[in-house]
């Protein structure tokens, strides 16, 4: 069996002000061209498949337009889940249809849940997809009232998703988490407010694979079969060094597996620069494009007039400038440094000690947490 791993797509995202349907687009045609070469069996794709509940219409296109080739040039099934950035009914709309025609979208998590049998020569395989799902709805969809954390809920979905498959039968898990011991990215949207909501790498030992999505860099964690495919593209400047790709992996009648990473070339890659202003403005060595997606650090300490539009006469995509060796006369920076490094609750707790002068209480931080978790999760269930 072989079996073709990839997600966090996160079609329709901004980044710095700009759409990146199209960079998004030029690397798919490279999944495709890869699923032409490579000839899966089938292919996973867990979760973040757009960036936010609501995607724009070129994102749809362009996952209709992929998924439709795959399967009707290549005839390649796909089973694909909700990652958290993802609406679950959006996602699944048509899901029963187009189970028919080799796509299994799994959105919604319901007792319904089960694996998805796919077979070779040497019998079946049971891939269970575990969609993105709060522990409030694992509780109330699965009947497990012990589900009071990420770690608890993924158990139970893993036991109800188990309890079908023979022993001794060869199994896929899907799922979109943070298991313990995966190194983070800055574009990933934390699943809990001010927590990790981690689960145990342990919970995935049992499955002769385990698909993860949700961390962005490309990971094993722990062994060799429990794998984060990582994101389609470069998605922060924290991830400049990353090199991104999808995961073959080839799997015997036994059960063993072994695992390969293609890596996925962008059309334009994101870089940062550090440097004094003469030096980045003589532009790119040899072998790099000026066409790149740039942060710059400026390491000049005196005032510079309209830095900016003089390095994007170089490069003309430089998203992102920083100075931090900037002393007088300069831009006034703000109390906590970049904003951007922030996550929700350290900005709100930072502008309420601003404003009040003093700082948030353990409740009132307890309460920004609940109503912020309650508004994604009402973002991802509700028309926005
Ligand atoms: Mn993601």
């Not at 069996?41 to 994102?59: K, N, W």
């Not at 909700?82 to 028919?100: E, I, T, V, W």
């Not at 860099?217 to 994101?231: D, L």
């Not at 996550?343 to 502008?351: R, V, Y």
């Amino acid at each position: 069996m072989r079996i073709l791993h990839t997600s966090d797509w996160h079609l329709g995202r901004i980044f710095h002000g700009i759409y990146l349907t199209g960079e998004q687009a030029h690397v798919l045609q490279q999944f495709i061209q890869l699923v032409a070469d490579s000839r899966p069996d089938v292919i996973l794709i867990a979760g973040d498949i757009y960036d936010r509940s609501v995607p724009p219409t070129e994102a749809i296109k362009l996952l209709d337009e992929t998924l439709s080739r795959i399967l009707m040039d290549y005839r390649v099934p796909i089973i694909l889940i909700a990652g958290n950035h993802d609406s679950p009914d959006r996602l699944g709309f048509g899901a029963r249809l187009m189970a028919m025609q080799g796509l299994h979208l799994i959105g919604q998590l319901t007792d319904r849940l089960e694996p998805v049998v796919i077979h070779d020569p040497y019998g079946p395989v049971y891939f269970c997809p575990a969609p993105y799902a709060e522990p409030p709805l694992v509780r109330e969809r699965l009947l497990v009232p012990d589900a009071v954390n990420h770690e608890q809920a993924m158990l139970s979905l893993i036991q109800h998703l188990s309890a079908p498959i023979p022993a001794g039968a060869r199994r896929v898990i899907l799922a979109h988490a943070f298991v313990a011991g995966g190194e983070e990215s800055e574009s990933e949207r934390p699943l809990t407010v001010g927590g990790s909501g981690t689960v145990s790498a342990s919970f995935f030992e049992p499955f002769n694979y385990a698909a993860l999505g949700h961390l962005h860099q490309p990971q094993k964690v722990g062994s060799e079969h429990v794998r984060y495919a990582g994101s389609l593209l470069k998605y922060s400047f924290s991830e400049a060094l990353h090199q991104k790709s999808v995961t073959l992996v080839e799997m015997g009648g036994a059960g063993k597996t072994a695992v390969e990473t293609i890596s996925l070339t962008p059309r334009r890659d994101v870089r940062r620069l550090e440097g004094h202003f003469t030096d980045i403005l003589a532009g790119p060595k040899n072998g790099e494009s000026r066409d790149d997606y740039i942060m710059v650090t400026l390491l000049d300490t005196g005032p510079i007039m309209d830095a900016i539009g003089k390095l994007r006469q170089v490069y003309p995509n430089v998203l992102h400038l920083e100075r931090p060796c900037l002393t007088a006369g300069g831009e006034l920076r703000g109390p906590g440094g970049d904003h951007r490094r922030l996550n929700e609750a350290e900005l709100f707790s930072s502008f309420y000690e601003q404003v009040t002068g003093t700082p948030l209480s353990g409740e009132q931080n307890k309460a920004f947490a609940e109503t912020l978790e309650k508004f994604y999760r009402q973002e991802r269930e509700v028309q926005s």
